[in-house]
């Protein structure tokens, strides 16, 4: 492969006013581990729960539980963040369904933080279903390891930008993010820089953070991340970087 291939990826970002760009360093985004679990028990009649073994009073102790991984066995200077985003379970407010089933994700930095993680849910899993007397299948989906990237080719991108935007624009940014991002995978393989375009506009109430339902931006944001992109693909052309 030659050394002088390198990428350059982004994002829109309301943490940024509109016209700013940040400039990435080290690590940018966490490591991104979904996972689904099903709940099954014993259905029956609401108003009988002593004949049934109930998955979404398991489930409601299992969701709580699970957010002490976080407060209680994660050393707190570690990023960790565990959410469940999606619940499904019953069709009836008097039927005690059969299953539930969660899906949700584990975000971290290190590898030995998703370890403890996974470890400690497999605990807690394990204690849900010996107290409910229930059945539980686990199981992972997609994962995307954190993005790193090359911090010589993010100083040259920051320097550039600064010529075409203006120092009052740039904005480095050294702290991680705890949302994930596939362009990961690129990064691990050759140097890479990542930008973010701010998109936050308070007179025009562009406001909202990414994944709220009422996030939405100003398509101007779109030429303006088009002509950065393009000058500094240019500038990288034609220049003598070979940084590492």
């Known amino acids: 492969m030659t050394p002088r291939l390198k990428f350059l990826g982004c994002h829109i970002h309301p943490s940024l006013t509109f016209g700013a760009v940040g400039v990435c360093y080290g690590t940018v985004t966490a490591g991104n581990y979904e996972f689904e679990i099903t709940l099954k028990g014993v259905g029956g009649h609401a108003a009988r729960p002593h004949e049934c073994r109930d998955p979404v009073a398991a489930a409601g102790h299992l969701i709580v539980a699970i957010q002490t991984i976080v407060s209680r066995r994660a050393d707190p200077l570690e990023p960790l963040v565990i959410s469940i985003g999606e619940i499904h379970g019953g069709s009836s407010s008097n039927v005690i369904p059969e299953k539930v089933v969660l899906r949700g994700i584990i975000r971290y ?3 030995q933080t998703k370890d403890l993680a996974l470890s400690a849910l497999k605990e807690v899993l394990a204690g849900i279903q010996s107290c409910f007397g229930i059945d539980l299948e686990f199981r992972t989906g997609e994962e ?6 090359n911090n010589n080719l993010v100083s040259y991108i920051e320097k550039a930008s600064v010529e075409l935007l203006g120092a009052e624009k740039v904005r480095p940014i050294t702290q991680p993010s705890m949302g994930a ?28 953070d990414l994944h709220n339902p009422h ?14 992109l393009t000058f500094l693909i240019l500038k990288l052309l034609t220049s003598n970087w070979h940084g590492n």
Request: proline share 6%; aromatic share 20%; net charge negative.
């Open 215 to 228: 996030f939405d931006f100003d398509e101007a944001i779109l030429a303006l991340g088009t002509e950065t």
């Open 144 to 149: 995307d390891p954190p993005m790193r990237v």
């Open 181 to 208: 991002e596939d362009f990961a995978f690129y990064t691990g393989l050759i140097p890479c820089a990542y930008l973010r375009f701010g998109c936050f506009d308070r007179q025009k109430s562009y406001t909202y």
């Open 109 to 111: 930095v290190t590898e």
